[in-house]
């Protein structure tokens, strides 16, 4: 289902004449946000090729001025997997837990070699050593951009579970207009689609069916090609 689409059903469960669908749009927005940064959703994950290290996009098989990444950019919301990808071969690195750690492995961050180690500080992540050939691919939480009221606009989120986003929006709506037992009603039926859906997913984990992001892993952490 499409952004417009979503809209048009959220208008019409309101049944009113003078519908907002600019701040209905915000609302469904606001919600897919929420949704993402109360649960942990692995269908939610995106893979991210050649991500810019420091002050441009790397090349594959050139050198690497330096090992920093900066994750705003990349709307990370958080990172599951660092990948140092040399094409014939892929190092999935380890992470430091705390920058002490990282330092009494590395008290020169500019060091270079093969990659094996990343720390997150803040906004960046390091790559440790620096790698001076390859890519750094990122499997992660992704931020999705805003959708728009246009036939085109879709993405994961809105095809996985629609009616989800749908009923929050609607549920803000109607708060915002001071219904608040209509908002608690489509609220709780939204709410009830995410804790379903996400459910399903882990049965299907439980039953050895990969929720991953496809095709790049074929299981949890490990790419299918390798």
């Given at each position: 289902m499409n952004a417009k689409e979503m809209l048009d059903k959220a208008e019409k469960i309101i049944a009113r004449q003078d519908v907002d669908r600019n701040l209905l749009l915000l609302f469904m927005n606001t919600?897919?946000?929420?949704?993402?940064?109360?649960?942990?959703?692995?269908?939610?994950?995106?893979?991210?090729?050649?991500?810019?290290?420091?002050?441009?996009?790397?090349?594959?098989?050139?050198?690497?001025?330096?090992?920093?990444?900066?994750?705003?950019?990349?709307?990370?919301?958080?990172?599951?997997?660092?990948?140092?990808?040399?094409?014939?071969?892929?190092?999935?690195?380890?992470?430091?837990?705390?920058?002490?750690?990282?330092?009494?492995?590395?008290?020169?961050?500019?060091?270079?070699?093969?990659?094996?180690?990343?720390?997150?500080?803040?906004?960046?992540?390091?790559?440790?050593p620096v790698p001076t050939t390859g890519i750094i691919n990122i499997l992660g939480e992704v931020w999705p951009d805003d959708l728009i009221d246009d036939i085109s606009s879709s993405d994961i989120t809105t095809t996985e579970i629609p009616e989800a986003f749908i009923y929050l929006a609607v549920a803000e709506y109607f708060d915002y207009f001071d219904e608040t037992d209509k908002g608690n009603y489509f609220r709780q039926k939204g709410a009830y689609i995410v804790d379903q859906y996400i459910k399903q997913i882990n049965m299907q984990a439980a039953n050895g069916v990969e929720n991953a992001v496809k095709p790049y892993f074929g299981s949890s952490y490990v790419r299918s090609d390798y």
């Open positions: 919600a897919r946000k929420a949704v993402m940064r109360d649960h942990d959703i692995p269908r939610f994950y995106s893979y991210l090729v050649n991500v810019p290290v420091t002050s441009g996009i790397v090349e594959l098989f050139l050198p690497v001025s330096s090992g920093i990444i900066d994750t705003v950019p990349l709307k990370l919301k958080s990172v599951k997997v660092v990948e140092h990808d040399k094409g014939a071969t892929k190092t999935v690195l380890t992470k430091f837990e705390n920058y002490a750690a990282a330092r009494q492995y590395y008290p020169d961050f500019t060091q270079t070699g093969d990659a094996q180690y990343y720390l997150e500080l803040g906004t960046k992540i390091y790559i440790l």
